[in-house]
């Protein structure tokens, strides 16, 4: 469980979460009305971060984070988020991005797989994430090795990674840790993230 840093500048939302967190078993670290607030808390392993506050957004929180080096990952609670600022988000390696209007489950199943390693984006926000990439980043399959294109490709084709290896040669296990490495290159949280890219960034060759 986690020992969350809340930043929202509406007390009822800071209630509201305080109570969908504790239920579920994680720790309060501190409450704050605004993000300059939130970076001078001592302790607390994740922050939860609104979007737009006074005294320091969501962005500026995670601007600051990056540049001092800190390593807890932070979470942005937002009710809309517009391209450009999303495309700033992915490229300082945001955490998580959760919509105010989605459901409690929602944000435990985030702040869940934040806290294993891993990146959650809201559903919702899978398209404009994609429209959101630099035109660098839909080429990917240009920054792969062969074998590592080849994989990428029966990945979007929907194979498991058993199967990947057998066609490849390679053992499941050696295919499960060059995903992860292909994961980390091109800055995507899971297979999911990884088929979506990957099939634009095909399409984009193919239209060529």
């Not at 300059?36 to 979007?51: H, N, P, Q, R, S």
């Amino acid at each position: 469980m986690a020992n969350v840093i809340i930043a929202d500048d509406h007390p009822l939302i800071l209630a509201g979460l305080e109570a969908v967190l504790s239920a579920a078993g994680h720790k309060i670290a501190a409450q704050t009305s605004s993000g300059e607030a939130a970076l001078a808390v001592d302790g607390g392993d994740l922050f939860l971060v609104d979007m737009k506050m006074p005294g320091g957004t969501g962005l500026d929180v995670l601007r600051a984070l990056r540049d001092r080096q800190d390593p807890r990952p932070l979470v942005l609670l937002t009710e809309a988020i517009d391209t450009a600022s999303l495309r700033e988000a992915l490229a300082l390696n945001i955490n998580g991005v959760v919509m105010k209007a989605s459901a409690p489950a929602q944000l435990l199943m985030c702040l869940e797989q934040v806290m294993s390693g891993q990146r959650w984006l809201d559903p919702s926000l899978m398209d404009q994430a994609m429209a959101a990439r630099t035109p660098a980043e839909e080429n990917i399959l240009t920054q792969l090795s062969a074998r590592d294109q080849s994989i990428v490709r029966l990945v979007v084709s929907g194979l498991r990674n058993r199967d990947i290896g057998e066609r490849l040669g390679m053992t499941e296990g050696n295919v499960k840790v060059t995903l992860h490495r292909i994961y980390e290159r091109l800055n995507v949280a899971n297979r999911v993230e990884l088929a979506m890219l990957a099939r634009d960034a095909m399409d984009a060759i193919a239209a060529a």
